[in-house]
């Protein structure tokens, strides 16, 4: 029996809808420096009180799930977008949020987690440099990847 990533991503979201913290390994390049794909898992709990700035898993624009961060909320409505991304956000609305990223696991077992005071400032300078992600983006990849 073959599972999907869907059948894997529903299976964490009940364990976190049960109260269970679960770990799950990111493909992708979407949220690159924060949270290197087919390298790093991340940690997800119940999503409580959401943020701008947050990390989240989210069904977004009604097609897929993702690990974005939030960049804006109205009322029901909220604005996605991946740290890696130089343009484009998804969309969806609060309850199609269905788990909040505590915490990133590295390549050495390493838990970090997303909010602490240094983390929070550089993703918000991070968004504040999407003129030029594209650059620092090449930059990275040359070197760390």
């Not at 390049?29 to 959401?50: A, R, T």
């Not at 974005?68 to 609060?94: A, Q, Y």
Request: glycine residues 8%; aromatic residues 8%; hydrophobic residues 45%.
């Amino acid at each position: 029996m073959i599972v999907t990533d869907n059948e894997i991503i529903e299976e964490a979201i009940r364990l976190v809808d049960e109260g269970v913290s679960v770990t799950l390994p990111v493909n992708g390049n979407s949220m690159l420096p924060f949270i290197i794909g087919g390298k790093e898992s991340v940690i997800l709990q119940e999503p409580e009180q959401l943020e701008v700035g947050d990390v989240v898993l989210a069904w977004a624009d009604g097609y897929r799930y993702v690990v974005h961060r939030i960049i804006h909320i109205d009322g029901d409505n909220v604005t996605l977008m991946g740290d890696g991304n130089l343009v484009g956000t998804e969309h969806c609305l609060l309850n199609d949020i269905k788990a909040l990223v505590t915490h990133v696991v590295d390549a050495k077992e390493r838990t970090h987690y997303l909010y602490n005071g240094w983390r929070k400032r550089a993703a918000k300078v991070w968004f504040w440099l999407r003129p030029i992600r594209r650059y620092l983006l090449a930059i990275y990849r040359r070197v760390k990847i």
